[in-house]
């Protein structure tokens, strides 16, 4: 079985002493279970959290990526860059970016495939808004939005994560039951299954409100193969006992 994959989003929080203190904090406390763990944080500290968690077993992560590789691009950090600093994973198409930063499926379909051609391996995040869960539109939106990613990526869809977040949970401390995280991870794990005979190794994980306290029972379900985890890593001892709730 694989192991699960607890990944922190940091979003833009941190600065570089409480950086220093919190993933001090987290290698003090982390615990043997066997999963893997990934820190996700503002593309500035990547440079400071790669001396930090040297040697240690953490993993670090972007939180957007460009669809190009180089070029006349201002602003924009590319998948070679993030290598060069030891970046394992890229977040792309978080809620908030489709939101705020009005990305598309097609452009976080091609934010993913540039990631994989440079060897970063993508987090793909998918969800629905409230008034898409109301109105019974849950499992088009985020097969809509997964169909776009593999789309553009064909067989190398099963080097990808894939994050189900659902809109309505993320910073509002209203999580998708474990019941109904399942049901959509159950529905997308079909969709990769049918799209690659290596479906069964990708990594889906929940996201939205995640934390010490339902970490265990979402953890447990079938195909809930870790957690994208927002507030909650920003603190210790909240992050850590995620961690713990992998077994
Ligand atoms: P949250 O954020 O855990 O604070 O809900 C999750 C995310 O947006 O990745």
Redesign the pocket.
Same mark, same amino acid.
Do not use: C, D, F, R
């Given at each position: 079985m694989k192991k699960k994959l607890i990944a922190g989003?940091w979003?833009m929080n941190g600065s570089l002493a409480a950086n220093e203190a919190l993933v001090k904090a987290l290698l003090a406390g982390l615990p043997a279970q066997p999963c893997e763990v990934a820190l996700c944080v503002p593309a500035l500290y990547l440079a400071q959290l790669q001396t930090l968690v040297a040697g240690s077993r953490i993993e670090l992560g972007a939180q957007d990526i460009s669809m190009h590789e180089s070029g006349a691009y201002t602003g924009e950090l590319s998948g070679a860059m993030f290598k060069e600093f030891g970046v394992r994973y890229a977040i792309v198409g978080?809620s908030?970016r489709r939101q705020y930063h009005g990305e598309t499926d097609q452009l976080v379909a091609a934010k993913a495939k540039t990631a994989l051609a440079s060897g970063v391996t993508p987090i793909v995040c998918v969800g629905e808004t409230l008034a898409e869960r109301e109105a019974g539109k849950t499992e088009e939106v985020v097969k809509r939005q997964l169909a776009a990613v593999i789309h553009e990526n064909g067989h190398c869809i099963s080097e990808i994560v894939v994050a189900y977040?659902p809109v309505w949970?993320? !910073?509002?401390g209203k999580t998708a039951s474990p019941e109904q995280a399942q049901q959509v991870h159950g529905v997308l794990r079909a969709q990769l299954k049918a799209a690659s005979a290596q479906a069964d190794r990708i990594h889906i994980l929940y #996201? #939205?409100?995640?934390n010490a306290a339902n970490a265990a029972q979402l953890l447990g379900q079938p195909d809930i193969d870790g957690g994208?985890? #927002? !507030?909650?890593s920003l603190k210790a001892p909240d992050f850590l006992s995620i961690i713990a709730a992998t077994t």
């Open positions: 989003n979003k978080h908030e977040e949970a993320i !910073g509002t #996201g #939205g409100s995640m994208l985890v #927002g !507030g909650a």
